[in-house]
């Protein structure tokens, strides 16, 4: 479960309740941006550390950092944060509203699995969601009196020497010309520049520090001089948890990637076949039609399998008339999809698999419609346990004379897991954010309801011993014409699915 609210996160979400989506002002403050309305850099006609107009002009346009996302977009969210800081000062007193605050966020370091060989680098999305930097070892430090609207970005310097074995960095010029933001340092300046800002409020998450050894050189000692921070995760999460108009356009990206290679993965399941193939499949579909890589490791489980919630081995075969499940989705330029389909590896449902995934499927098309601002998380998966109570005395998996507490008790038995959880550049995103909080337009969330009954459980009719069946589809709240569904290609109807298993 996600932590509840804190107050700062209340007053995150209701400062952004000012905000929608498609908007190029911020809240909280009458700042607007005009686009294209600071002079622009020249980008250095070289690689950079990361993708540029000039090197990749097949995935990212002038004027943008990352694919689909301008300098304007990620200016926009800088100052969203300095004014969602600036109303905590007022609440923390005259003196905090006149003091100069400082806000630091560090990269990912380059982590090994072994020696010298590195891990596929994955940057810290707080920082990434702020900068679009993608390099590690980085740093960016906002600063202002009582509004830090100022931004610095620190990024390595360029070495020969190292670019050499680990590839070009995009250097000072190139970070200033890649983003917008006009002051860029090295790294190895951070500490300097910290301590010159000379700073009474500082902004920074000091538990688990993103980047050990930077934190350690450049930040422990501004910690050990000055008050304890103040957290930055509650308010970049009440940021990062309502998507623009142009992240919701890569995660519908994401999403058709990821449905096409479900259609595609079920086209290939014929008789017994073994989990690691259908994995392999899917993972290629994904790769081949634009995706980075995957999400996370799929969840591709065969039979009795499939309820085990978090299995992940994948290797065992599935036999002819077992069902597959597989949760799985990809990362489309920072965004992700999530998406769970349950199908026959044969192609054909049996009467028993259909009863359930009949079931299941009502429940789960029933949750969809109740996505609509105003509702919560919470509330859904309270009526999905309701709604999954009566699918369970119907299908006599529970005794019809059982009492309403009894069938609710079993519902959560056989659902363990809640009905849903906030997508966008991570799958459990913005962890931060209470299930309880109403949905805003533009939030971005799964909805999952499953049954899952073992197949030494006794106690239900033997027809549906060893079937698990989860349904999931990736969804973001709109204010008019129902919610939009990412995950709508992906093959979901029995009838819809018996086709796509029988396409060659």
Not at 20 to 28: D, G, K, Q
């Amino acid at each position: 479960m996600l932590p509840s609210n804190s107050s700062m996160v209340r007053s995150a979400a209701r400062l952004l309740r000012t905000w929608r989506p498609r908007c190029v002002w911020c809240p909280c403050r009458n700042i607007s941006l005009k686009p294209g309305g600071s002079r622009p850099k020249t980008l250095p006609q070289r690689y950079l550390g990361q993708p540029s107009p000039f090197t990749h002009p097949h995935l990212i346009k002038h004027g943008e950092v990352t694919p689909g996302l301008t300098q304007t977009e990620f200016e926009l969210r800088r100052l969203r944060l300095a004014s969602l800081i600036e109303a905590q000062a007022d609440r923390l007193g005259p003196s905090a509203s006149s003091s100069t605050h400082i806000v630091v966020l560090l990269s990912h370091p380059t982590r090994y699995m072994t020696n010298d060989i590195p891990y596929p680098f994955h940057q810290n999305q707080d920082f990434l969601y702020l900068s679009g930097i993608l390099e590690p070892d980085s740093a960016l430090v906002m600063y202002g009196t009582g509004r830090p609207d100022q931004a610095i970005l620190f990024v390595p310097r360029r070495d020969p020497s190292r670019e050499l074995w680990d590839g070009p960095r995009s250097g000072k010029d190139g970070a200033a010309a890649l983003t917008g933001i006009e002051r860029v340092h090295c790294t190895e300046e951070l500490g300097l520049v910290l301590k010159s800002l000379k700073g009474t409020v500082l902004w920074y998450d000091s538990s688990q520090p993103a980047h050990p050894r930077l934190h350690q050189a450049h930040v422990g000692p501004l910690l050990d001089e000055g008050p304890m921070p103040h957290s930055l995760r509650p308010l970049i999460h009440s940021l990062r948890a309502v998507k623009s108009s142009a992240e919701v356009a890569l995660m519908q990206e994401a999403g058709h990637i990821s449905a096409q290679a479900f259609r595609r993965t079920m086209a290939m399941c014929r008789g017994d076949v073994d989990e690691a193939v259908i994995f392999a499949k899917f993972d290629f579909e994904n790769r081949i039609h634009g995706a980075n890589f995957l999400a996370y490791p799929p969840v591709v489980a065969g039979g009795n399998r499939a309820n085990t919630l978090h299995y992940i081995n994948n290797n065992q075969i599935i036999k002819d008339g077992e069902m597959v499940l597989l949760d799985g989705g990809c990362e489309y330029f920072g965004y992700v999809s999530d998406i769970t389909r349950t199908w026959p590896v044969n192609g054909k449902f049996s009467p028993a698999q259909a009863e359930l995934y009949e079931a299941v499927l009502e429940v789960q098309l029933s949750c969809l419609s109740m996505c609509s601002p105003g509702v919560s998380l919470d509330h859904i998966y309270s009526s999905m346990l309701a709604l999954l109570g009566r699918q369970l005395r119907r299908l006599g998996v529970v005794n019809a004379s059982s009492s309403e507490a009894d069938v609710l008790k079993a519902a959560r038995r056989y659902c363990p897991h809640h009905i849903g959880h906030y997508l966008g550049m991570d799958v459990h995103d913005t962890p931060e954010l209470s299930r309880s909080q109403p949905l805003q337009p533009g939030m971005a969330i799964t909805i999952e309801p499953g049954l899952y009954i073992a197949e030494d459980n006794d106690q239900v009719p033997k027809r549906f011993r060893g079937l698990g069946i989860r349904i999931e589809d990736d969804v973001v709240i709109r204010d008019k014409g129902g919610a939009l569904i990412l995950s709508s290609d992906a093959p979901k109807t029995i009838a819809d699915v018996e086709k796509a298993c029988a396409q060659r």
